[in-house]
């Protein structure tokens, strides 16, 4: 059934978290966005292979340079320059690209899951507390269902819904406002898919906000409350999913009006 593979649930939704107003990249690869994020929401960006949605993941979380406009957190501008301005003012991405650049595919891990909030794992002089690392890995590996040998194993040798998991993992204990999420289940097996929608719904309702970028018209159906659907680096509709159906979301991502 539909329901059991998109598991939504029914969150009350406060008041606006990350607030978007003419948002330009340098370049133009996305021009004058605006949106909104609520409080315990999940809102989709949908559009074609190529309408701007991995750019405008990247330009909000500052991996690509901000032309013009602004970007507001509880009603506080943000600066962002940088992914690190980005985190540490609240926001997490989820990139397409998982093995490029979601997760250190070289690495163990129990060092992937610390890798966002390394400042928790290490002593005031620098040194990483590694018993600590391995500690909030085998926790994490529990609560997320992270099938793996152990925290030591490489991440390079789990399967693809695993490895976009500890690319979750990393984000959960980084304490962040809006958690923005590109293509998340691409290369990702059923099982691991319905897993990934329960985390996002968690995040939904402990509160936070949440961006869902997908070409994948079903998914944005089955999970978000509102979408944005983007043609051509702009966006080009705004509408209540509930009330909507794929055929109005292809004819906007195609550019219809």
């Not at 309408?51 to 991996?63: Q, S």
């Not at 506080?76 to 985190?87: D, F, R, S």
């Not at 793996?148 to 304490?175: C, H, M």
Request: glycine fraction near 10%; charge should be neutral; include cysteine.
């Amino acid at each position: 059934k539909l329901s059991e593979t998109f598991p939504k649930r029914a969150v009350e939704v406060g008041g606006p978290l990350l607030q978007v107003h003419k948002l330009t990249e340098k370049e133009g690869a996305v021009r004058d966005i605006e949106m909104v994020v609520h409080a315990g929401e999940i809102v989709g960006i949908s559009g074609l292979v190529g309408a701007g949605k991995t750019e405008l993941c990247k330009t909000l979380f500052g991996a690509l340079p901000i032309g013009s406009g602004e970007i507001e957190l509880n009603k506080k501008k943000l600066k962002i320059n940088t992914p690190y301005a980005a985190v540490s003012q609240g926001l997490a991405l989820v990139p397409e690209e998982r093995r490029k650049e979601g997760v250190l595919i070289e690495e163990p891990v129990y060092s992937n899951l610390s890798a966002a909030n390394l400042s928790r794992f290490s002593t005031p002089f620098g040194f990483i507390k590694s018993i600590a690392e391995r500690v909030n890995a085998k926790k994490m590996i529990k609560d997320l269902g992270i099938k793996t040998p152990s925290e030591n194993r490489k991440v390079a040798y789990l399967s693809g819904g695993n490895q976009q998991k500890v690319a979750f993992g990393k984000w959960l204990i980084a304490d962040a406002e809006v958690f923005i999420f590109d293509e998340p289940t691409k290369g990702v097996d059923v099982g691991a898919k319905h897993d990934i929608f329960e985390l996002i719904g968690n995040l939904a309702a402990a509160g936070k906000g949440v961006i869902y970028a997908s070409c994948e018209f079903a998914e944005i159906l089955g999970i978000t409350d509102r979408t944005y659907v983007m043609y051509d680096g702009m966006i080009a509709k705004e509408l209540e999913t509930k009330s909507t159906t794929e055929e109005q979301l292809l004819f906007y991502s195609t550019g219809g009006k």
